[in-house]
């Protein structure tokens, strides 16, 4: 067994866990499988799905495809990258064995389109192509390293159901482990029209795995918050401004958060011992929670922190600098609620794929 397959195994409790069910091992000549890879700073993830059809077999306009499978890894891919500029060989041999595992996966379930990206990591890396050119010779798989606008569009794509029916658009971020990204969407009224118009985006190359090697490595101290909070103060006003000022009204608009820092949150408030996808993704937030909760996070060392259940110790360095980064965004887009996506980038290349599985002469499996 694979290392990367066997950590799973030991993985915590709380870690998502959203597996296809036994169902068939292979389908139908014919049938569309879609295959997302996300090779990010901090882990490499795969969904698989197939199109979510009426009775008729037409496909839901604007749905995203149902998940059949899906595999999370803990590669740690910018491990020391913001030290030494270059991903490790231990880092690139723990994503290395991620991606076989995927295209064990992918080859399972017989997937028929497949897109795979990679991305702040490997944007600023120097040693980025090695990768790239091992999971195409060891792994059969084409790694894409995408801008930073592909990123922010794919991600709003992956949660755009998520606007609540009562708010004129939101601010949708995602905070990665080497990028925070930030699209401001508007619902779109214009007959004809697509739902939902993205005005503006903006993307920043710091995030959860950055903030952490900076501040202190592997087991951050509770003291080292206030040092990452004052480091992000200058990142999002910069941010803000390319937002643009007179858009978000915070009665009409609302956040909307990807990323394993809000759904940590939000189990936190639900009191969960394990990881329920059905009852995190889509989740409301109320301000007042967010800060209750974060505060209770960001003043307890590595140790305490890891006790919680919903955080562990995989997770009690990572928590810290999520909390900073979230703390920044709510201070510069303020408002009383927000809404937890379990859901984004993958989503995103899903439904990306799923246009092109439908578009005539569409190119197959990768």
Not at 56 to 80: C, F, H, K, M, Q
Request: glycine share 10%; hydrophobic share 40%.
């Amino acid at each position: 067994m694979l290392a990367a397959e066997r950590a799973g195994k030991n993985r915590h409790p709380y870690h998502r866990r959203r597996r296809g069910g036994p169902g068939p091992r292979v389908h139908a000549n014919g049938t569309t499988v879609l295959g997302a890879i996300d090779v990010g700073t901090n882990a490499c993830r795969l969904l698989i799905a197939v199109p979510d059809k009426y009775a008729n077999g037409g496909t839901r306009a604007g749905s995203v495809p149902r998940v059949i499978d899906s595999y999370t890894a803990n590669v740690r891919l910018g491990e020391s990258l913001e030290r030494t500029g270059e991903i490790t060989e231990a880092a690139l041999n723990r994503t290395i064995a991620a991606l076989k595992v995927c295209a064990l996966r992918l080859e399972r379930r017989k997937v028929t389109h497949v897109k795979a990206i990679a991305t702040e990591a490997c944007r600023r890396a120097a040693n980025a192509q090695d990768l790239v050119k091992r999971a195409e010779l060891e792994a059969g798989i084409h790694l894409i390293i995408v801008t930073p606008e592909e990123e922010a569009r794919l991600a709003a794509a992956g949660c755009l159901q998520l606007i609540g029916r009562d708010f004129d658009g939101a601010l949708i971020f995602d905070i990665g482990g080497g990028s925070t990204e930030l699209i401001l969407v508007r619902r779109n009224g214009a007959h004809g029209g697509p739902r939902h118009e993205i005005l503006a985006w903006t993307s920043a190359p710091v995030g959860v795995v950055k903030l952490a090697e900076r501040h202190g490595g592997r087991e951050l101290k509770a003291a080292s918050f206030q040092a990452m909070r004052a480091e992000l103060d200058a990142v999002f006003a910069a941010m803000k401004i390319d937002l643009g000022t007179d858009v978000f009204n915070s009665e009409r608009y609302h956040l909307l958060g990807t990323s394993g820092t809000l759904t940590t949150l939000a189990g936190i408030k639900l009191g969960l011992k394990r990881y329920e996808r059905s009852r995190i993704d889509g989740q409301w937030l109320k301000r007042d929670d967010i800060l209750r909760i974060t505060e209770n996070i960001v003043t307890r060392d590595f140790g305490d922190r890891a006790a919680i259940p919903c955080i562990g110790a995989d997770r009690a360095d990572l928590i810290l600098p999520g909390c900073a980064i979230l703390s920044a965004i709510m201070e510069n887009w303020p408002c009383g609620t927000l809404r937890v996506a379990d859901r984004g980038l993958r989503e995103g290349i899903l439904i990306a794929l799923l246009r092109e599985s439908e578009a005539p002469h569409s190119e197959s499996r990768q």
